[in-house]
């Protein structure tokens, strides 16, 4: 074996080494799922970066906010990841490509098909789910991805089961579906028109269960967003 072989077969193994690393990092620091996705992804992602392979893609507001509010851990791990590689290849890499890792990691954590782009059309998924809701309980968007973390990881969850057509496969609670239909009338009508917009756009119908869920999600936003409001008038009030 000459010597340039030797060099390139020690580069493969502190290569792997470094990636069983970030795996552990990932699993022990961030909670992220160790799973042959990401295992793979980061090889692939290290692979390209090692080979100065150009890798940044052009990411909508609307992707970059969702990852930064929704997929913290991910967006963490990957700018921390970052810095280990570069200090490995002693190359810099590009500003944007710890969102093109964190979207890898994404895939890997959620199993998705990252050679489909099944991760972009996740992350779109949760967008366009977000803006409807926004739209229809009256609120900014980022309000809702900052102040509603229960919600948000529901949509996340309700996003992935549309995306992979995962529908209940239990009986729905017809008494609580139309409890709330008669005791929360407008929050009912926001979950029924995402109802509807889901239906109509990805042919996917959402249970009477789902619609239960989210018009008690959206009942008890606004309750605290009144609970907030009351509280800053007593303040105004008394100043």
């Known amino acids: 074996m000459n010597n340039s072989q030797l ?28 799973n042959f996705y990401l295992n793979n992804n980061l090889s692939y992602f290290l692979f390209n970066a090692a080979e100065m392979i150009p890798m940044t893609t052009t990411y909508s507001i609307s992707s970059i906010e969702i990852m930064e509010y929704l997929f913290k851990s991910e967006i963490d791990f990957a700018k921390e990841a970052v810095q280990y590689i570069e200090e490995h290849l002693q190359h810099s890499l590009r500003k944007s ?46 309000l ?43 929050e009912f ?19 009477n269960d789902e619609i239960s869920y989210l018009t008690m999600h959206f009942r008890e936003f606004k309750r605290r967003s009144d609970e907030y409001q009351l509280t800053d008038r007593t303040k105004c009030h008394l100043e």
């Open 97 to 142: 490509d710890y969102l093109v890792l964190a979207e890898s990691v994404i895939a890997a954590n959620y199993q998705l098909n990252i050679n489909d782009h099944e991760q972009e059309r996740y992350l779109q998924l949760i967008h366009y789910l977000i803006t409807q809701i926004a739209f229809y309980v009256n609120l900014p968007r980022t």
């Open 7 to 34: 060099s390139a077969q020690r580069s493969t193994s502190a290569e792997r080494q470094l990636v069983l690393f970030l795996v552990k990092l990932a699993k022990e620091k961030y909670m992220i799922t160790d």
């Open 189 to 207: 009508y926001a979950a029924n028109q995402i109802r509807v917009f889901i239906t109509e756009n990805f042919d996917f119908d959402l249970s």
């Open 144 to 186: 809702l991805l900052s102040g509603t973390p229960r919600l948000m990881r529901h949509i996340k969850f309700l996003a992935l089961r549309i995306l992979k057509e995962k529908h209940d496969s239990v009986e729905s609670n017809n008494d609580l579906y139309f409890y709330v239909m008669k005791n929360y009338s407008k």
